[in-house]
């Protein structure tokens, strides 16, 4: 099946400042989401993207599928943006599930 | 409200006592799904449903049963649960996945927090 694989592990910034998370991928993709998993453990979907560029406020997200990798960008950084981000994907090919990355913990520090 | 709805939020049972884990939406979403959340091991799915009286193994499925008789319904169900199950469940729903999963975010409920003792 797909291989999702999410880059930093960790990452520790101060209030104000700017973010990228690099979520990789092993084969074509029909499915790209971003999630966000907050300190009280609830998971909030952020971006569908399987293709493309889109913005929401303070964040936006690139996918570039030819080349099997999607950022996610934090602008302006929050405390409330601490917490833990997910990519998933599902592959063209095989039975579609959507595979998740093992995510990227951010933590803003005030 | 559109949501995604689990209950409980807290379980706490023993080994061997069966136990279901209810999850309802109520956006007529086509697709529906369990995950469980292990430290260091992210989300991974157990069972999903593409539709009513249609489910499928996902990574994790042995120990657990689901059924799809209601589209908004989706349970899950431990028949013996043990201590390896104790985990953060997950329900999620979408309109649809897979190929034709155009413009398909999927949602969460608010997860489970199971200890099994």
């Known amino acids: 099946g797909i291989q999702v694989e999410q880059s930093p592990p960790d990452l520790i910034l101060q209030e104000g400042a700017n973010s990228t998370l690099r979520c990789n991928f092993s084969?074509?993709?029909?499915?790209l989401q971003w999630f966000h998993q907050n300190p009280w453990g609830q998971l909030i979907n952020l971006f569908y993207?399987?293709?493309g560029t889109k913005q929401n406020g303070r964040l936006s997200a690139t996918t570039v599928a030819t080349e099997r990798y999607s950022l996610l960008y934090i602008s302006s950084s929050q405390t409330t943006d601490s917490g833990v981000y997910f990519c998933?994907?599902?592959?063209?090919?095989?039975?579609?599930?959507?595979?998740f990355g093992t995510g990227t913990r951010l933590t803003i520090i005030p | 409200e559109a949501q995604v709805t689990q209950n409980p939020r807290y379980l706490i049972t023993v080994t061997g006592k069966k136990l279901t884990v209810t999850c309802s939406q109520n956006?007529?979403?086509?697709?529906m799904s369990w995950y469980r959340q292990d430290p260091g091991l992210g989300l991974r799915q157990i069972y999903y449903?593409?539709?009513?009286?249609?489910?499928d193994k996902g990574d994790v499925p042995e120990g657990y049963k689901v059924s799809r008789k209601e589209k908004r319904n989706f349970p899950l169900i431990l028949e013996s649960p043990s201590p390896n199950q104790t985990s953060l469940y997950f329900c999620?729903?979408?309109?649809?996945?897979?190929?034709?999963?155009?413009?398909?975010?999927?949602?969460f409920g608010n997860g489970t927090r199971l200890t099994v003792t």
């Open positions: 999620a729903s979408s309109p649809r996945q897979g190929a034709s999963s155009y413009n398909s975010p999927l949602h």
């Open positions: 084969d074509s993709v029909n499915n």
């Open positions: 993207i399987p293709s």
């Open positions: 998933a994907a599902s592959s063209n090919f095989g039975n579609e599930k959507l595979t």
């Open positions: 956006m007529n979403h086509e697709y």
């Open positions: 449903s593409m539709n009513v009286e249609v489910t």
